[in-house]
């Protein structure tokens, strides 16, 4: 357990690493605080935790075997008479434990991030002050409009805005105003403007119209596409809609009945991972006995197996979202690598190859 949590850190940490590059990029290239970017790193560790526990605890196990073998203390439990079925007992124990954090990890804490960052992003992508709007420069939100903004006081307050409306070819509208607020709209956000002008130049004839104002609302619908705060993400649905397709919930997150079947018996299939990864690695190991040059033969074999299971999981998966039914699809890497192990086992304390080993 103490190297399945070091390999489990090692791994979380390269993973959270490349997953804040881009979040970095996201966020503070959109104007976002460090908070804002802390907090949505926070998020996105359940799911990264998930990924990596099997890879972890097979490392773990790996680690301790070879390590063991190394010291003979493997080579004198078995001369005792200890059967292989007997040594991966204490494996099987670790990967039930492995099984049961993804299990409350795939299930509970999963879902309630994703449910938080959909939240979270649906009230950043209204934010349109973080989205486009930087004080001292002009910008370019949308095709023919652009904004210039003196200053962004710590309140929202928008000091001696500008904005250019050359989308119309017949007319240029341009506005002014010594202070302007950003508020929520029901379909998109309005620009309430203090203090200021309306400038509209008609292209045709050259007549220009100046119109002043003390208040002035600008509806952004054609700035600014509100988010649908409807719209979440299937990783976010509770594993019971997933399992029984819910309409209501297929048709929030815009997917279809083979996709919903995926993930949820995904959910359930990714614990068997932790429970087949170290049990495979083990068996893959006990193969060989003790040498000076170590277990690398062995090694590979282990680390190849676990190749294969993970490409299987993918092609599962793949299948499962292509097909619809074809969700056993995802159970079959999890089946086919404790099956694997137990066929390692068996074949490892076999006679006939006891016999040829001692020779």
Do not use: C
């Amino acid at each position: 357990m103490q190297l399945f949590g070091f390999f489990a850190l090692v791994l979380v940490a390269v993973y959270w690493v490349n997953r804040a590059v881009v979040l970095f990029d996201q966020l503070i290239g959109d104007g976002q605080s460090a908070l804002v970017f802390l907090e949505f790193s926070l998020l996105t560790l359940p799911n990264a935790i998930r990924l990596v526990l099997p890879v972890a605890a097979f490392a773990a196990t790996a680690y301790v075997v070879n390590r063991m073998m190394q010291e003979s203390e493997l080579v004198v439990v078995q001369a005792t008479g200890f059967s292989g079925f007997r040594l991966a007992r204490p494996v099987a124990y670790f990967g039930l434990l492995v099984m049961l954090m993804q299990l409350v990890l795939a299930n509970v804490l999963v879902p309630a991030s994703q449910r938080i960052l959909s939240t979270r992003s649906a009230e950043i992508a209204q934010n349109v002050t973080a989205r486009f709007l930087n004080a001292g420069q002009f910008m370019h939100p949308a095709e023919g409009i652009t904004i210039f903004i003196g200053e962004i006081s710590p309140t929202g307050e928008l000091n001696n805005l500008f904005l250019a409306d050359e989308r119309d070819p017949a007319q240029r509208l341009a506005y002014s105003a010594r202070k302007a607020f950003l508020v929520r709209g029901e379909s998109s956000p309005k620009l309430v403007m203090l203090d200021g002008s309306t400038q509209g130049l008609v292209r045709g004839d050259g007549r220009l119209a100046v119109t002043r104002f003390s208040d002035f609302t600008l509806d952004l619908a054609g700035l600014v596409k509100a988010a649908d705060s409807d719209r979440t993400s299937i990783a976010a649905l509770p594993t019971r809609d997933l399992l029984t397709a819910n309409p209501a919930a297929m048709d929030r997150v815009g997917a279809n009945v083979g996709e919903m079947h995926e993930e949820g018996h995904t959910r359930l299939a990714s614990p068997l991972m932790g429970l087949a990864a170290p049990l495979l690695g083990f068996a893959a190991l006990m193969l060989g006995g003790f040498s000076r040059f170590g277990l690398w033969r062995q090694m590979g074999l282990a680390v190849g197996l676990l190749i294969g299971m993970q490409l299987l999981w993918t092609w599962g998966g793949s299948e499962a979202i292509q097909t619809e039914g074809a969700w056993p699809a995802v159970y079959l890497a999890p089946l086919v690598g404790l099956f694997t192990a137990l066929a390692l086992l068996w074949y490892g304390q076999q006679p006939k190859r006891l016999r040829r080993v001692a020779t």
